[in-house]
Structure formats: C-alpha cells, structure tokens
Nanobody
Framework: QVQLVESGGGLAPAGGSLKLSCVTSINYFRIKTWAWYRQATGKTRELVARIDTSGSTNYAESVQGRFTISRDDIKKRVYLQMDSLKPEDTAVYYC????????WGQGTQVTVSS
C-alpha cells in the first residue's frame, strides 16, 4: 500500500501564499514524475502541476505563473508553492505520481477567502 502524506494547507486570503509539502513511504526515486492534484467540492480531481526527474515542470493553465512545484531529492519531498491565491484555488490538494497510483493520501485542505 502506497502512503502519501500531504501537509501545509490552511486558510489564506486572496492574494496570499501557502506552501504544500508531500512525503511518501514508497521508494521516492522509483517515481519519474511527481505531481500535485486538487479536487474542489462537487468537481473531479484535476492535475495542477508535475515535475520529472530532470526538473522539467508543467502546470495547469489556471495556475501557470502563480504556483511552483519543486522536489528535494535529499529530503525526498515534493512541494507546491502557491502564490497570488484566488478563491477558485479552494480545494483539497493531493500529491501522487503521474500517472497516479490508485492509492491516495488524505490530502490537505486549502481555503482561500475573498
């Protein structure tokens, strides 16, 4: 069973920032591409950002220029720096591989107030 633990969410004002962190129990270096996903209430889960072993990144158009995904291969963690937050960023955020494992963590709630 894959264990993924996300943290760092919370309540932020519009225009504010949050930094999410992800740690996993699996062999971190087995994963070529790590990603952050999010799921807002009543919506399907969507891919937000991804990063591969070369450091190449891709972002959903809705977060391009505001979010930054990074990885620390020494600490075996994946991060999502979220700046210029908007109310529409409100969601539960999850980390996983891309393509994703069938197991998901609990996620971390991000709420952006207007």
């Amino acid at each position: 069973q894959v264990q993924l633990v996300e943290s760092g969410g919370g309540l932020a004002p519009a225009g504010g920032s949050l930094k999410l962190s992800c740690v996993t129990s699996i062999n971190y270096f087995r994963i070529k591409t790590w990603a952050w996903y999010r799921q807002a209430t009543g919506k399907t889960r969507e891919l937000v950002a991804r990063i591969d072993t070369s450091g190449s990144t891709n972002y959903a158009e809705s977060v391009q220029g505001r979010f930054t995904i990074s990885r620390d291969d020494i600490k075996k963690r994946v991060y999502l720096q979220m700046d210029s937050l908007k109310p529409e960023d409100t969601a539960v955020y999850y980390c996983n591989a891309q393509p994703n494992f069938s197991d998901w963590g609990q996620g971390t709630q991000v709420t952006v107030s207007s």
